[in-house]
Structures are given as structure tokens and as C-alpha cells.
């Protein structure tokens, strides 16, 4: 078997978040664990923004750098 990976956050800010998300996404599919990224909900704080999900797959922001601007407040 590959050897499985997680990428996980606590509970961290936006950018924290955002860059794990990133992290996660480098890497292959087969090696990876399901991922603790969206805990922004669990935040009472304007920067408790989370990424979209579709079909219980966050998207990963395409845009330069860790294009913030992406994120969707809950």
C-alpha cells in the first residue's frame, strides 16, 4: 500500500487554513486521508471564511498565491 497522508488544521485562521488546503492538494489522491480543513464554522469571527464544496470535495482556489478572495463567508 502507498503511504497514506492527512493534512489537518485546528482551530486556525483563514490563512492558515488556505495553506493547508494548498498543502492537501500536492498531494496524489491515492495517498490521501480525508481532510480536516473546514472548521471556520467554528469560529465566531469575520475571518471564519471557508472554501466552497462540491460533492464533498473542497475546491482548491486557482487564482495567485492562496487567492483568499475566493472564500465564501458561512
Do not use: K, Y
Amino acid at each position: 500500500l502507498p503511504p497514506l497522508q492527512a493534512v489537518t488544521t485546528t482551530i486556525d485562521s483563514w490563512v492558515a487554513r488556505s495553506t493547508a488546503l494548498h498543502i492537501a492538494a500536492t498531494i496524489p489522491e491515492e495517498n490521501r486521508l480525508a481532510c480536516g480543513l473546514m472548521t471556520g464554522a467554528w469560529l465566531d469571527n469575520p475571518m471564519s471564511i471557508d472554501p466552497d464544496v462540491i460533492d464533498g470535495e473542497v475546491v482548491v482556489p486557482t487564482g495567485p498565491g492562496l487567492d483568499l478572495g475566493t472564500w465564501r463567508r458561512p
